[in-house]
């Protein structure tokens, strides 16, 4: 790798559930995220993503704002999403928005851009999802150009066209860091690379080492369109207990509950505790203690070769006290076992 390996966090903004056994405000929701946000810079996390929903179980609809909370509590963590939903969005707002978050976190601002896995938001502002695919590619071309922060001339079919436009505010550094999430498909990795945009691989089932042809594809579009290469990362969840089993037992029950309330809005079967066992000992569920979490990050670093990992930490109804132990964890006890981990065996770096 060409930098030190990054370490992020990231939360949906899941609601939770209290001592009490009742689900939590969402205005408690967004205060809680703000405070495990610092709490994930004082234990020396590198990164704090925060994703945009528009549903039920989910209380953060506007990230930028609750960044820009944080950004105010906080002075090295990097701050961004996971994702913004760019089909369903305007590119020129969400630029002006970002750059302005930029401005306030004194250049921390990042984006992760993404379809979403959840479709609310199209009907909500009123889109169509039968242009699903059209939307995200007419409005990524849309932001690459907006990156440039130049005058922009643009045009499309389904929003009005720019002539030698500027957008405000300008980024101090003349770049707003946007990486692009990708679920899988080889068409979403040569886009990334073809706009020379960072890849985040949302690796959330199944061995992670089965992305590894999707790193190499990317890297390899990099070099023939003669782009110098650029970071990959992978965001998986994941809890954090004293033990394995804490860890998992704490975890189930939240999990289970996610997993079929979705599984019955998409058609899937319920899930089962063997397969949750299964996804914790060789798929991609990051949930153990310490050491045991640490030594599966360790591996998918070195069978991938990424740049950054990113632990989604929140899970469900999952409670505002065991998200911050498993933060704390995280920071204190296995990025530094990850690191001697890889120092011991350095991770491969794919190559084209």
Do not use: C
């Amino acid at each position: 790798m060409s930098a030190p390996l990054e370490f992020a966090v990231d939360t949906f903004g899941d609601v939770t559930v209290g001592a009490d056994g009742n689900r939590v405000p969402y205005a408690q929701v967004i205060r809680d995220v703000v405070e495990e946000a610092v709490l994930a810079e004082s234990v020396g996390i590198d990164a704090f993503g925060i994703g945009e929903h528009h549903r039920d179980d989910f209380a953060v609809s506007a990230p930028e704002i609750v960044l820009a909370t944080i950004a105010g509590r906080t002075e090295r963590i990097r701050l961004g999403t996971a994702v913004t939903v760019l089909s369903s969005d305007d590119p020129v707002r969400v630029f002006e928005k970002f750059a302005t978050l930029d401005a306030v976190s004194k250049g921390r601002a990042e984006i992760i851009l993404g379809r979403g896995s959840f479709t609310e938001s199209f009907p909500l502002f009123g889109y169509d999802l039968g242009q699903y695919e059209e939307l995200f590619e007419e409005k990524l071309d849309l932001f690459a150009h907006l990156r440039e922060e130049g005058p922009v001339t643009w045009q499309g079919r389904l929003r009005a066209g720019l002539k030698d436009q500027h957008v405000y505010p300008k980024t101090e550094s003349g770049r707003l860091r946007t990486w692009i999430g990708v679920g899988g498909s080889p068409q979403s990795v040569v886009r990334a690379a073809r706009y020379e945009m960072p890849l985040m691989l949302a690796i959330i089932g199944g061995p992670p080492e089965r992305f590894a042809p999707y790193v190499e594809l990317y890297h390899r579009a990099l070099v023939q369109l003669e782009v110098p290469r650029l970071p990959v990362g992978v965001h998986s969840p994941g809890h954090i207990a004293e033990t394995d089993r804490q860890a998992r037992e704490e975890l189930w029950p939240h999990h289970r509950a996610m997993h079929d309330r979705i599984g019955r809005e998409r058609g899937w079967g319920p899930t089962t505790r063997e397969r949750f066992e299964s996804e914790a000992d060789e798929g991609a569920l990051y949930v153990g203690s310490p050491d045991t979490v640490a030594a599966k990050i360790a591996k998918t670093v070195r069978a991938l070769g990424v740049d950054r990992f990113e632990l989604k930490y929140s899970s469900g109804t999952l409670s505002h006290e065991k998200l911050m132990t498993s933060i704390r964890l995280y920071g204190e006890e296995v990025i530094p076992r990850v690191r001697e981990l890889l120092a011991e065996t350095p991770a491969a770096v794919p190559t084209a």
